[in-house]
Structure formats: C-alpha cells, structure tokens
C-alpha cells in the first residue's frame, strides 16, 4: 500500500513565527509533490508543487523535497491566523498504471495564533 | 473563468435512493476525480476518467457510478448500495503537463 504520512499534529505557532509542515512517502516511484491548504467546511486550494529535489520558493511558503529520504517539507515564514488550516500533502507517481493518481496524506492541522 | 463547478453545494436524502452529484470543468483537463472526505480523514478516491468514455474504479468504487459522456462532465450517482454515503464530495481535474489536481467547491450529501 503507498502511502503519505504527515506529522500528526495539531501545530500551533505563534503569529509571525515559521510553521514547519513534514510529510514522508513510502512510493519511490513518486515524482512530483503537492501541498494544498483546505480551511474548515471548503475544499481543499493547490498552494505548492514540487518536481526535484531542492527548495522552491512562492512568497512565504518554501516546499523542501528530498527524494533520497523521500521527504517533503513545507515552510511558511511569517505566519498569518489567516494561514490556519488543514494542510495536505500529496504524491503522484506519474507513469505506469497510476494514470496520475494523488495519494493524499492524513493532513496536518496548523493554528496561528496572534 | 475557469475552474470547476459542483452542484448542489448540500444535498439531503432519505435512505434507499440514488442521488447524482454534478461536476463541470471549463480547464479543458482531460483527466476528472471524484474523492470521498469524511470528518477528520484524509480524501478517498471513488473514480477516475483519464478521457471522454473511459473512467475506473478508485480505492472505494462500491456503491458508487460514474459516466464520461462530455470532457466537461463527470457525474458522480451515489446509489442505495453505499453504506455510509453521507460525506463531503469533492470532484477534481488534472492538468496534463504539471499533474496538479484543482477541486471543485464540493457537495456535502447527508442521507437519513
């Protein structure tokens, strides 16, 4: 069964702090990453992709993959209580039989609290 | 604009009848999801259509139907063999050169 596990949670940090959000995968054949941020009672919004190794930067969330340990990370500077939600993180492995399927992790829950 | 849309936003029905979620997509994506959330879990796969006439079961197809007749479409009927139905619906599109999936708004069904 490929999975994708998230630190449990809840997170809290306090406004203006760096939430750190981690995730690992079991599916070596995994290739590209998502993070989506769901707020409670809406779906779930695409907020970072990632494809290789390295960081990669969009405003204040920084995505951190490391396929060799099969890690993915998700860094938000500056925290906002606007950024307090659930946040999912997300595998696919591209080729084969899996036509593109995401397997989603359990979600994290982070509170921002001013 | 484009994006996806899923209607009704809530939906109620009694036991023992079939029920059909809409989802449209104007993104031009080939492939559509339907995904299951309940309180607290993470997101189900129920089916997938990778293009017009195609589609297969995903990790909780039992219960469930769907059909691909238009590239914008792809209804979700939830029928009276599934045995926990109420939950949020959330349909998705992918786009073919990123693999990103972007979801509708979603559907919650409760069934009494």
């Known amino acids: 069964q490929k999975e994708v596990e998230q630190n449990s949670g809840p997170l809290s940090v306090p406004e203006g702090a760096i939430a750190s959000l981690n995730c690992t995968y079991s599916?070596?054949?995994?290739?590209?990453f998502f993070w989506y941020r769901q707020y409670s009672g809406k779906s779930p919004e695409l907020i970072m992709s990632i494809y290789s190794n390295g960081d990669k930067e969009d405003g204040r969330f920084t995505a951190q993959l490391n396929k060799a340990s099969q890690y993915v990370s998700l860094l938000i500077r500056d925290s906002q209580p606007s950024d307090s939600a659930t946040y999912l993180c997300a595998a696919t492995n591209a080729g084969g039989t899996s036509y593109g399927k995401l397997t989603f992790g359990q979600g994290t829950i982070l509170t921002v609290h001013p | 604009d484009g994006g996806i849309t899923q209607s009704p936003k809530y939906l109620f029905r009694k036991e023992g009848q079939n029920v059909t979620l809409s989802c449209e997509q104007n993104?031009?994506?080939?492939?559509m999801y339907w995904y299951r959330q309940d309180p607290g879990q993470g997101l189900r796969l129920i089916y997938y259509?990778?293009?017009?006439?195609?589609?297969q079961k995903g990790d909780i197809a039992e219960g469930y139907s769907v059909s691909r007749e238009k590239k914008e479409s792809f209804p979700l009927t939830v029928t009276s063999a599934q045995k926990n139905p109420t939950a949020f619906y959330l349909c998705a599109s992918r786009d073919s050169f990123t693999y990103e999936q972007y979801f509708g708004p979603g559907t919650r069904l409760t069934v009494t």
């Open positions: 993104l031009n994506h080939d492939a």
């Open positions: 599916d070596r054949g995994s290739q590209s």
């Open positions: 259509s990778q293009i017009v006439n195609d589609f």
